[in-house]
């Protein structure tokens, strides 16, 4: 990233001590939760260990091998121990690959519960050439993602980021390629609707998403080849998004590493709020599959502009911020350096409110200092669309405007048409010129212009940082669960034990095995 993107503006006069103090606050409170996360696991993280030792595919019913083989050591009830020990210990007894193991355990063939157990070091041993040649399979895709980047450059403006979502990996690819071409630097593919809530990852390619498109292995692969191909056309290098959000986060993610996507929509507290997973399983989920992302060079992006549509723009933005410093504080703890952390904020300001550019500017703003390298995820209006595509141009025109005078990164736009369909290639070919234009038109404006000494701008974000300490402080003592179950965020009340996929849950043995958590963190803070 060029140094005018990451310059910090300090035009908002914001006290140093203030955001200091937050952020010790928020580390305090991510601190708390990561205490609990370090004694448990979950059926999807061991699933996805079996998916880092080569395990893939599904069996005659459709069901995937590693859905079945951590089936498999549930019925013994000694998940605890990791699913890594008994695919390492089968190795011991069989000699038998893991996926060789896996497909025998589906055909009733294999019960490596009733295996000896064997010495915890020969069995590090045996899985170490595994282990290392999955790392290796990771960082090549990073160093070719980093190649690619440095053969092409990459622009200093931000990033046009447009989504497909036909349902069809094959339309999808049409829409992707043509989105490039007018513009686009970054294609997410947008899931289908309740693929968060499937407690597996469905197989192969998919035609039939309703509202997008499956998260599929091969339709990550299929999508990253058509975008390397028009990538290679243009001469510039068009980035790959998905989501591993959900019941299979860090499966995902795993999937995501192997097939080299970009970023990762990858956040905390989005599932909790918006899809009622259980927010036990989604914080232990989550720092997995960030480690994975961190690893892997992949900018996750989290859902703070969600809050928003749920609750006023205005009166909650305190909120929104408080959010990006424990996500940040999360994001650490899993290795991932700050210009991996596209925090999410939105333009969503009731379009009636007076002076509401002013405070979108302030908020905006006060993200990029707060967050100087962090790469922004900024959220175009979508509340307020009213379906009325002359008013909605003209609000995304504001919306784009604000972007490139703040040095937004990572500019989600935003489409006339919200709120009346998915968007034709033609309305995704006018919201592109829209921003070209303004990037054009405006690309210094925000290095010439200072905000008025305690203006509305600069007392506008002292309030809202202020709010923001206040909150993180409550959060701070009643801690971050009870928080949730409050509804302090987004105005959604989530109980501690309830929702989906909290019988997914395990308390970790004393000798639980993960090789991968360990490798990985290992190399991401400072280890060969």
Do not use: W
Request: include cysteine.
């Amino acid at each position: 990233m060029k140094e005018n993107m990451k310059g910090i503006d300090n035009k908002l006069n914001l006290e140093p001590s203030l955001i200091s103090d937050a952020r010790n606050t928020a580390k305090s409170i991510a601190d708390d939760i990561q205490q609990f996360i370090n004694l448990h696991t979950t059926t999807t993280i061991e699933r996805t260990v079996c998916r880092l030792l080569g395990i893939d595919g599904v069996d005659e019913f459709g069901v995937p091998l590693p859905n079945i083989v951590v089936e498999h050591i549930l019925t013994g009830e000694q998940l605890g121990k990791g699913i890594a020990y008994f695919i390492g210990n089968a190795l011991l007894h069989t000699n038998f690959s893991p996926q060789v193991i896996a497909e025998k355990i589906s055909k009733k063939k294999l019960d490596i519960l009733n295996f000896p157990a064997k010495n915890i070091v020969k069995i590090k041993e045996v899985l170490k050439p595994l282990v290392d040649s999955t790392l290796r399979k990771i960082l090549a895709n990073k160093r070719k993602r980093e190649e690619l980047l440095e053969h092409y450059g990459d622009k200093e403006r931000p990033l046009i980021y447009v989504i497909v979502a036909t349902g069809n990996i094959y339309e999808d690819i049409v829409q992707a390629q043509a989105a490039a071409k007018q513009g686009a630097d970054v294609i997410a593919v947008i899931r289908s609707t309740g693929q968060s809530l499937l407690d597996y990852v469905p197989y192969g390619p998919t035609i039939e998403g309703f509202g997008g498109t499956y998260a599929t292995q091969e339709n990550f692969r299929l999508m990253r080849k058509a975008l390397d191909q028009v990538g290679e056309e243009l001469g510039r290098y068009i980035r790959l998004t998905n989501y591993c959000s959900g019941l299979c986060m860090p499966e995902i993610a795993a999937m995501g590493a192997f097939e080299r996507l970009d970023m990762m929509l990858n956040d905390a507290l989005y599932g909790i709020l918006f899809r009622d997973i259980n927010m036990k399983r989604t914080m232990i989920d989550q720092f997995f599959s960030r480690v994975i992302n961190a690893f892997a060079g992949v900018i996750i992006n989290t859902g703070e502009d969600n809050y928003l549509t749920t609750d006023d723009a205005f009166q909650a933005a305190h909120t929104v911020l408080a959010s990006q410093f424990i996500n940040e504080q999360f994001a650490l703890f899993a290795g991932l350096k700050e210009e991996q952390m596209g925090l999410g904020h939105a333009f969503e300001m009731n379009p009636d409110l007076k002076n509401g550019f002013l405070y979108e500017l302030s908020q905006a703003q006060m993200a990029h200092e707060i967050f100087p390298k962090a790469p922004l995820k900024y959220m175009p209006p979508t509340k307020y669309m009213t379906g009325n595509i002359f008013k909605g141009h003209i609000q995304d025109a504001l919306f784009n405007i604000i972007t490139i005078m703040t040095k937004q990164r990572i500019h989600l736009l935003g489409m006339l048409t919200e709120a009346i369909h998915t968007p034709f290639m033609s309305d995704r070919a006018l919201s592109i010129e829209n921003a070209k234009y303004i990037y054009n038109n405006l690309e210094s404006l925000g290095d010439e212009i200072y905000f008025k000494q305690d203006g509305i701008i600069q007392k506008r974000a002292r309030d809202v940082l202020k709010k923001s300490l206040e909150l993180l402080k409550d959060i701070q003592g009643i801690g971050l669960f009870k928080t949730i179950e409050m509804g302090k965020f987004a105005g959604i009340s989530r109980p501690i034990d309830g929702g989906k996929g909290l019988e997914g849950v395990i308390k970790k043995d004393n000798d639980y095995y993960n090789p991968f958590i360990e490798s990985m963190l290992e190399k991401l803070r400072g280890g060969k």
